[in-house]
């Protein structure tokens, strides 16, 4: 069932796309069974992984072909023979042709990026956009930073050859109009500079990733309205689903509208409680016959249930009251941290690594430290800032960023429980709560706290999260290791700081029913 999926999928991108595939499969159809087994482990894997979007894509073009040892239906070989007879008959496609004309006539002058989940498609659309505007007008990112077999408009055959970072500036400067990428492009990425236009030359079976691919144009600096644009073909069973589902979103935006300020925090938060296999199921094993009543009782017996409970009652009980809540009362609990707060953590994580950073007032440039290179993050950097109003030669960088995470996920390893600095004028405890229970998403909450003793080692002050990094902020990174150590009985002062921290959350949103007090670390003076 996964390669039936897998061929699905690819029909429905483009002709070209199931049209390679066929031919591949057509070639190996005595191919080993082992390479079946190993593609439909890799769909099973990513599937769920937002991440993982451009693997999952790879491994459903290659599994149509390396699942030939195992029969889809008698005769098989036939049926695919007749199937690419009539491929072989389409010259051009209606959507290419469609996106050129919309193209000409709505945007002449304006860079769009496209989207599309198969290399095969991604070659199909480049060839058209160079015969239309040139060789010099489009490039591309995929996983392998490379596609091969490109017809040229001069009739050359050959193999385009880009890596990511490279396509994004050459983008981003203005000297390509057009950028097609496959979901390589969907994860910490910046195409907002010179561009606010997206085409979905296909839809992704998991609505989550069109969210996805919209962040690479709706991020800090873009100045005008992003407008996305869906390429789909209106008689098929999958184009009467995303109708479908659009519709119940819709519906859902009605009903909570008085209590939700922006319609895509709620868009996220109901996709958030979808499994991505059920996304799959729905168009995958929607009833082909064209009976649309039959299709609507379907679809309503598949989507009752988002989560487990009625989509409905889990929204209200996670937004609650909302309209009614009056922010005025807690105005002095709301942080007031923003991005210019993470810069003492990453100028000390640079410091950890012995990596020079270089601020020239504004903006950072430096070189990646060793274990931070990964794919998707470049050798040097300039320009980087941690601010909201980016200039347009300017990056910002903030959680969320993939090189940022990586400086966190290495923080976060780091194994040190105590600390003496010259800046703490008294102990400083850091404690994480979790939650024994899962909350709607299965995800187990977690926070941070911080309790400041006095001098007589009692307990001055509960700091929540944003007040503990302020305070932590405050202090220098230094490596000096023969500082006295000032002795304290946690034991002793473990119970009143977990009442101390219980009564904080009492005026918090994150309200655990069985919470885990865990001591994270100790600074002392």
Known sequence: ??????????????????????????????????????????????????EAADLLAEAEENSVEATASLKLMKDEQFALEALLEQANKVTSETKIETILEVLEKEYPEESVLFFTEYKATQRLLLEALMKRYGMESTTIINGDERLDNVSCPDGRVGRLVVQRSEAADLFNSGKRRFLIATEAAGEGIDLQKKCHILFHVDLPWNPMRLHQRVGRLNRYGQ???????????????????????????????????????????????????????????????????????????????????????????????????????????????????????????????????HKRLTFNGRSFEFQTPENWKAFGIKKEYKDQIFSRDPSPEENVLGVGYKLFDKALEQAIHLNCSVCCNSG??????????????????????????????????????????????????????????????????????????????????????????????????????
């Open 223 to 353: 100045t005008k309205k992003v407008i996305v644009r869906n390429f789909r073909n209106p008689d098929t069973v999958e184009s009467r689903i995303w109708d479908k589902l659009n519709a119940k979103i819709a519906e859902i935006d009605r009903v909570f509208s008085a209590v939700m300020e922006e319609n895509e925090d709620l868009f996220q938060l109901v996709l958030g409680l979808t499994p991505s296999t059920m996304f799959r199921d729905l168009f995958a094993y929607a009833p082909q016959d064209g009976d649309e009543e039959k299709l609507n009782q379907w679809y309503n017996s598949q989507t009752a249930t988002f989560g487990g409970k009625d989509v409905f009652r889990v929204v209200q009980e996670m937004v609650g009251n909302a309209a009614k809540f009056n922010y005025q009362q807690i105005s002095r609990l709301l942080p007031t941290t923003d991005l210019p707060d993470l810069v003492p953590f990453f100028k000390n994580i640079f410091s950890y690594n």
């Open 1 to 50: 069932m996964l390669v039936l999926i897998a061929m699905q999928k690819l029909a429905s991108s483009s002709v070209a796309a199931i049209r390679n595939a066929l031919m591949n499969r057509l070639k190996r159809l005595r191919g080993p069974e082992q390479n079946s087994i190993k593609y439909c482990e890799k769909i099973a894997e990513y599937e769920d992984d937002i």
């Open 424 to 525: 703490v004028d008294a102990p400083l405890l850091i404690w994480s709560v979790h939650d024994q229970l899962t909350d709607h998403a299965g995800e187990k909450q977690c926070s941070f706290y911080g309790i400041q003793l006095n001098a007589e080692q009692k307990i001055a002050e509960v700091l929540p999260d944003w007040k503990l990094l302020l305070k932590l902020n405050q202090l220098k990174f230094n490596n000096q290791e023969d500082s006295p150590v000032l002795a304290i009985d946690i034991n002793a002062l473990r119970p009143k700081a977990e009442e101390a921290i219980t009564q904080m959350l009492k005026s918090e949103d994150f309200k655990p029913n069985q919470p885990i007090f865990v001591l994270e670390g100790v600074l002392l003076p």
